[in-house]
């Protein structure tokens, strides 16, 4: 179908709308009458969600530090269940004993041409008191090696595989070396593991103030980016081979589970990991002689970098204590009259240090949901579905608590979860909307009803406008009439990834950003002075995504046809095999391997039609009143499982644990979704057995996807 011809069906149902009465279009999923009255139940929530409750409860879970696996960890997960038992909820906790990694000592010294020791902890600051705490440690990569290694540096830009070949070619051999990587353009375990692969000693990875400090704009305490002497903690695992605890793939880490042996365990650094300020790093940098780097190299400290060579050795010590210790997932729980349909949202409770945005922003916005939803509840309404509200534990270790789950209850999950929605740290910025396809014109939906933060225009206008911003200019001159967000790929960085790439539930993740990255990230000021100043004063950003959320909660527990837009995910399917063609092409456009896609073209344009067939009738159903609750029963069984078509699951999780077809984690970027994950890294690899098995794999899979979505009807039982 074409894009105009949507256009006209869509304005059409609009016109059905106004013609009955009703100012506002009616919600997707509910007929007119039912639309009117969830819209008088969902502006009864918008009041009550308040900035100063989230306020109080950022105030009860950013007091201390509370790192995963910690005594502060418990003590914060136990005021998160006490706060939803207060408020009404039924609430669970539940426990697993993971691979955690904290550092018994770290230490950073150069010994030629001088001996000199490097900072490893940020010091007290005046400005934040929360920055003297006497528990605060040094800064760590956790799952680092423990090793001691000393030897000459080389510089190796931001340590991503074409660095090192551009290292190379200028005649610099990094192996048995000690590398510095900076931050930036992908995950730092990917730094660590290249840095492996090439042979290096060690990896010492630092914040340049060109990626997130004075480059970007005014610093700490003036400004949001980052100072001379913060640095950047986090998790060196190799969370490419599956998520979670890294000893326990595709089963849940209870206290006495079988599992891998750390000392061969392909998801643990081999190579000692330190991390620095760039005022420590400087001191490395400023010492290192040899040749000048080559373009995209030089950072943002004022003197020219260089490779390496020289006199310059620098020695790492890391003594890192990894052990499998206890961690607590908390759930709160609105029965809804269904028990076995759940609409889940969750954010992850633990933090490096105080998590004031990170997850404090997130964790307290779930929570104001929670409070409103169950305070509604309370004078009368009942939702369809239940609603889940997940605090999960350990995610700064690699999304440990939410995975633990997600194996723990599979099957449970897959039969029962509606959708899986996550947030975790937002900054006051543009509204970002992340998911399965599926979703996009609800969520779409819902942000048109929610104002944004400024009070001008929809949550919707800023995302908009924030996306026709990025598109490139040849597509601009066209114009915006025609202009739709897309909901970005999910690829990594927060709790979704288990519940989209293993467990295949329908998935949305919402945020605030600011510019992508932000100063105190992960340092020991990340606190509740930092939220105050920078990040949400007054909380006016964590009411607007409390109620974004809150929206999509409510409207997924009470739709009666789940809202869900499958003939979209099609379309998004045929866009991605498009592009796959394009990455076909090496650098004078030839293809480097054998590529024939007509077959799954064909059947995602076949599924596409079909899907829209569905939705047409859906919507003429829900028009016209005549969806019973048994075809919607029905139907709605068989839209729910939809998505897990598109895993695979032929291999046990320990080969496949990412078993999404359509969606994956491109670890060449941040975080980014790689669509087509494993035919991309077939043509990566030039690997034409690959490619063949690859397409093969996505052709099983849309055929699976296409006979599911024929069972499917909203009239009378087939
Ligand atoms: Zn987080």
Redesign the pocket.
Known sequence: MTFRLLTILAMAACGAALAQGPAMPPLLGFSPAASVEHRRVESQFMSTVSSDAISNIHRRVTRTPHVAGSTASMEVAEEIRRALADAGLETEVHEYHVLLSTPRSVSVAITSPRQQVLPVTEPAMAQDPDSAHPELGPGYVAYSASAKVASPVVYVNYGLPPDYARVQAAGVDVKGKIVIARYGRSHRAVKIHTAQQAGAAGIVIYSDPADDGFARGLTWPEGPWRAESQLQRGNGKYSWFWHGDPLSPGSAATRDARVLDPASAPTLPRIPAVVLSWKAASEILTRLEGPPVPAGFQGGLPFTYRLGGGRLTVSLNVQMDTSRRPIRNVIGRIRGRDLDRWVMLGT?HDAWTFGGM??GG?LSTVFEVARGLSALKKTGWMPERTLVFAFWDA??FGLVGSTEYAEAFAQELREKAVVYINT??YMRGRFDGGGTPSLRDFLVQVARDVPAPSGTGSVYDGWRADEWRKVPAERKRAGDAGFEVELAALGSG?DFVAFQDHLGLPTLQMEFDFEGSYGTYHSNYDTRWYVERFSDPGFAVGRTLAQVLGLSVMRLAAAQALPFRYSHYGRKIGEFLDSASTWNYDEEGRGVVKLNLLSPRRLAAVFTNNANALERQIDAALTSGTLTPTAAKSLNDGLVRLEQALLDETEPAQERWYRHVIYGWNIYSLYEGQPLPGLAEAIRLRDQGAVDREVARIETALTRLLKAVEGLSAGAAK
């Open positions: 992850h990170d997850p997130g995610e700064e975790d740290l927060a």
